[in-house]
C-alpha cells in the first residue's frame, strides 16, 4: 500500500523559513516523479513543484521560483520541499503527491497534508 | 501556468446529472489528452475519479464520466447521489520541454444535490 506522510508544517513569520519533508512506502520511490500541490484556506488546488526521478528535472509554479527548493533522498524515500523567504500567500495545506509513473500525468495518491501558516 | 476555467458551481437534485466543463488552452488540455479529475469532500484529500480524459480508476461508480472536445473537457455525474455533493477540480499535463511535465488545475466547481 502507497503511503504518503507529510511532515514539518508549522506556524512562520513572513520573511521565514521551513522544510516539509513527505515520507514514502509501498511504492519503488526512485521509478517515480514526485510534487508537492498547496490548498490555501478555502481555495482550489495549486500545483507547487516537481522533481523527476533521479533529480535531474525540478519545475516550480512561478510564484514561487526562486524561494522554495524541491529535493529528494532516494535512498530514504524521502521528498523534501524547501521554502524560504515566505509570504503570508503561501499560507496553505501542502500536499505530497505521487504521478503513476516516471512523469505527472496525473496524482494517483495524496499525503494527508501539512499545514504552513505565515503570520505575524 | 494560468488556472483551468470552471464554473463556480452546478446542482442538481438526486437522479438528475450534471455536467462540469474544464477549459484550458493548447498547451494543456487541447494537446494532450491527459485530463484528469479529482473529488474532494470538506477537510478531505482530494481523490482522482477520471484520468486520461475517460478512464475510471479502479472502484470509482461509473456515474462518473469525462470526455473532451477541443480545449474543453467535461465530467459528468450521473444519478446524482447526495455523497456526490462536494468540489471537482479538473487538471492536465503541461509540455515543459521534457517528459516529466507539470500539472495545471482547473479553479474547482462546487457539486450541491438539492
Known amino acids: 500500500e502507497v503511503q504518503l506522510v507529510e511532515t514539518g508544517g508549522g506556524l512562520v513569520q513572513p520573511g521565514g523559513s521551513l522544510r516539509l519533508s513527505c515520507s514514502t512506502s509501498g511504492f519503488t520511490f526512485i521509478s517515480y516523479a514526485m510534487s508537492w500541490v498547496r490548498q490555501a484556506p478555502g481555495q482550489g488546488l495549486e500545483w507547487v513543484s516537481t522533481?523527476?526521478?533521479?533529480?535531474?528535472?525540478?519545475y516550480y509554479t512561478d510564484s514561487v521560483k526562486g524561494r522554495f527548493t524541491i529535493s529528494r533522498d532516494n535512498s530514504r524515500n524521502t521528498l523534501y520541499l524547501q521554502m524560504n523567504s515566505l509570504r503570508v500567500e503561501d499560507t496553505a495545506v501542502y500536499y505530497c503527491a505521487k504521478p503513476p509513473g516516471g512523469w505527472l500525468r496525473y496524482i494517483d495518491s495524496w499525503g494527508q497534508g501539512t499545514l504552513v501558516t505565515v503570520s505575524s | 501556468q494560468s488556472a483551468l476555467t470552471q464554473p463556480a458551481s452546478v446542482s442538481g437534485s438526486p437522479g438528475q446529472s450534471v455536467t462540469i466543463s474544464c477549459t484550458g488552452a493548447?498547451?494543456?488540455?487541447?494537446?494532450?489528452?491527459?485530463v484528469s479529475w479529482y473529488q474532494q469532500h470538506p477537510g478531505k484529500v482530494p481523490k482522482l475519479m477520471i484520468y486520461?480524459?475517460?478512464h475510471r480508476p479502479s472502484g470509482v461508480s461509473s456515474r462518473f464520466s469525462g470526455s473532451k472536445s477541443g480545449n474543453t473537457a467535461s465530467l459528468t455525474i450521473s444519478g446524482l447521489r447526495a455523497e456526490d455533493e462536494g468540489d471537482y477540480y479538473c487538471?492536465?499535463?503541461?509540455?515543459?520541454?521534457?517528459?516529466?511535465?507539470?500539472?495545471?488545475f482547473g479553479t474547482g466547481t462546487k457539486v450541491t444535490v438539492l
Open positions: 486520461d480524459v475517460s
Open positions: 487538471s492536465s499535463y503541461t509540455d515543459t520541454g521534457s517528459r516529466t511535465g507539470t500539472t495545471v
Open positions: 522533481i523527476s526521478g533521479r533529480s535531474a528535472s525540478t
Open positions: 493548447t498547451s494543456d488540455v487541447g494537446n494532450f489528452n491527459y
